[in-house]
């Protein structure tokens, strides 16, 4: 146990020896990608599969640490079936990432932060039968009946960022501090996995 103790910790430290960020240095990234959303407490419940599209401002602190911010439209919501119906509730918000990143090398490091978000389309979408149809403004609907819809969302996102050359990769989860439906004791949050790809510009 010890000798793996020590190998872990000489690998980290070899890693964190080639984190070569230039501090003080700019870049953007523009970036899209997939989303993989689900709310929690609720029952039954599936991913919406949505998309993902914004740009990511970053500054180099140290030569193995940056602090980034952006701004992102997102797809969240969830989807469930029953009864041969498919439902999928859409929920889509700009979202304003700001988050720390550790670089343990010039290809990878582990980011974390917070997000505020805010909600700017809501729907539902009802298949049966090969037919379909969407219905906006979900959020006077669910008031109607005695659930709240919050337009604000603030949510905790950590991951690993992948870079190959000027192409960027992130892995990211975002769990929601804040409560987007309630009922009574009744509550229900934002959960979702996302997958990006972005190009880095040196400004």
Do not use: C
């Not at 919406?48 to 919501?77: D, I, K, M, P, W």
């Amino acid at each position: 146990m010890k000798k793996l103790l020590m190998m872990a910790s000489l690998l980290l430290a070899s890693l964190s020896g080639f984190a070569q960020l230039e501090k003080g240095t700019w870049s953007l990234t523009p970036k899209a990608g997939v989303n993989f959303a689900n709310m929690t407490n609720w029952d039954d419940s599936e991913f919406r599969v949505g998309f993902n599209l914004g740009a990511e401002v970053e500054h180099a602190l140290t030569s193995s640490s940056s602090l980034s911010f952006g701004a992102q439209y997102s797809q969240q919501g969830v989807a469930e079936s029953a009864g041969g119906y498919d439902v999928v509730f859409k929920m889509d918000y700009i979202n304003v990432p700001v988050t720390v990143s550790h670089y343990f090398s010039p290809k990878f490091a582990i980011f974390a932060g917070l997000q505020p978000g805010f909600l700017v389309n809501d729907a539902v979408k009802v298949s049966y039968g090969g037919e379909s149809v969407t219905v906006s403004g979900i959020k006077k609907y669910m008031k109607n009946e005695g659930i709240d819809v919050s337009s604000f969302a603030l949510s905790v996102p950590v991951g690993l960022a992948f870079t190959f050359g000027q192409v960027k990769m992130d892995v990211k989860y975002a769990y929601e501090l804040t409560n987007t439906l309630s009922q009574g004791s009744e509550k229900s949050r934002h959960s979702y996995f996302q997958v990006t790809l972005g190009y880095k510009f040196d400004l």
